[in-house]
T-cell receptor, first 111, second 111 residues
């Protein structure tokens, strides 16, 4: 039962353009959402998060949007840089400590 | 600053053997987690802990056991290893319920 879904396994973007990564969820009890970034042979690193009481959160080049009615969130990276090339995981939590992850989207930013 | 340390980094186990994956954090975080990542898949939560002496099952706890006797340590025990437990295991910790710091992972192969 995949409660957090990332339907695009990969995304390729030109350097300087916008990257948009999408995530859908099925559990309406989720109230906190996160994005993690993962490089090969390393553990994931936290990128940005959003609470269900907000619909947008920004941190530098990264912005997360939450649409609760559609059970959808997205991560925008502007401008995209080659160093952003990694696998991005969406995660969600309904109960403190119980954090569920999507399958990930591999982002490639071409110079 | 070591962060989250996992040992070993690699291990090959025979079917039916047992082992313990070690995880230590030096950030005094209350929350700790064990995830597994199968090839091409997202992270699946095995167990988590909200503090010393407290553990809870995640999505895929069968075949595993954990204990949390101290704030720093959260070992994961595999009993009677099976090929289906071949995976990369990540330990993580967080000061609050959400933004987690991950270790480098343990790559386990059961043959």
């Amino acid at each position: 039962d995949q409660q957090v879904k990332q339907n695009s396994p990969s995304l390729s973007v030109q350097e300087g353009r916008i990257s948009i990564l999408n995530c859908d969820y099925t559990n309406s009890m989720f109230d906190y959402f996160l994005w993690y970034k993962k490089y090969p042979a390393e553990g994931p690193t936290f990128l940005i998060s959003i609470s269900s009481i907000k619909d947008k959160n920004e941190d530098g080049r990264f912005t997360v949007f939450l649409n609760k009615s559609a059970k959808h969130l997205s991560l925008h990276i502007v401008p995209s840089q080659p160093g952003d090339s990694a696998v991005y995981f969406c995660a969600a939590s309904a109960l403190a400590g119980d954090m569920r992850f999507g399958a990930g989207t591999r982002l490639t930013v071409k110079p | 600053n070591a962060g989250v340390t996992q040992t070993p980094k690699f291990r090959i186990l025979k079917i039916g053997q047992s082992m313990t994956l070690q995880c230590t954090q030096d950030m005094n975080h209350n929350y700790m987690y064990w995830y597994r990542q199968d090839p091409g898949m997202g992270l699946k939560l095995i167990y988590y802990s909200v503090g010393a002496g407290i553990t809870d099952k995640g999505e895929v706890p069968n075949g595993y056991n954990v204990s949390r006797s101290t704030t720093e340590d959260f070992p994961l025990r595999l009993e009677l290893a099976a090929p289906s437990q071949t995976s990369v295991y990540f330990c993580a910790s967080s000061p609050t319920a959400y933004e987690a710091f991950f270790g480098q992972g343990t790559r386990l192969t059961v043959v």
